[in-house]
């Protein structure tokens, strides 16, 4: 399996990855939306034999003077599912935030699911989401040592996240 770097040819592709892995558009129109718009993102897909079987998304998101991303979404295939594609794409989209010089990045997500990655929930740092969620479910994880340190608000996701339906 190849973690690369998404490439134009990839976009139907990608959106065929997200039209399986979830019950509704959403996921996919959110990644059409975001890559139309003026937002930094980190786009990586998982392929094997030529084939796109997984994707993660990474865009800036809000909060103070902090340079942060927010992952959303990230899907596999449903047969390639719980087969260590996810975590191969998590651990590289964090390591390429941290090479573009982000300092944290945010997730909301199961919370059994991230915490391997190093994700705690972000009201450990007196960070909240601007959505209403459990708190569980709102994690973050500190890509440059102490750089949440007196860190504290609500992250602003970029509008096209609330614009995007099914």
Do not use: W
Request: aromatic share 8%.
């Amino acid at each position: 399996m190849n973690i690369r770097f998404e490439q134009p040819g990839d976009i139907e592709k990608i959106r065929e990855v997200h039209l399986q892995a979830f019950e509704t558009e959403t996921e996919a129109n959110l990644v059409d939306v975001l890559r139309k718009a003026d937002v930094e993102l980190i786009s990586l897909v998982a392929e094997e034999n030529g084939e796109v079987i997984g994707h993660i998304l990474f865009s800036t998101v809000v909060l103070g003077d902090l340079k942060i991303m927010g992952l959303a979404p990230m899907a596999v295939l449903p047969d390639r599912q719980n087969k260590g594609v996810g975590t191969k794409l998590v651990k590289a989209g964090l390591q390429n935030c941290e090479k573009a010089g982000y300092e944290a990045v945010v997730v909301l997500g199961h919370a059994g699911y991230y915490p391997r990655f190093g994700f705690v929930p972000s009201v450990n740092f007196g960070i909240k989401s601007e959505y209403d969620v459990p708190p569980e479910v709102f994690m973050v994880k500190e890509l440059r040592e102490g750089a949440l340190k007196g860190v504290a608000g609500t992250v602003k996701y970029h509008p096209a996240f609330n614009e995007v339906t099914d």
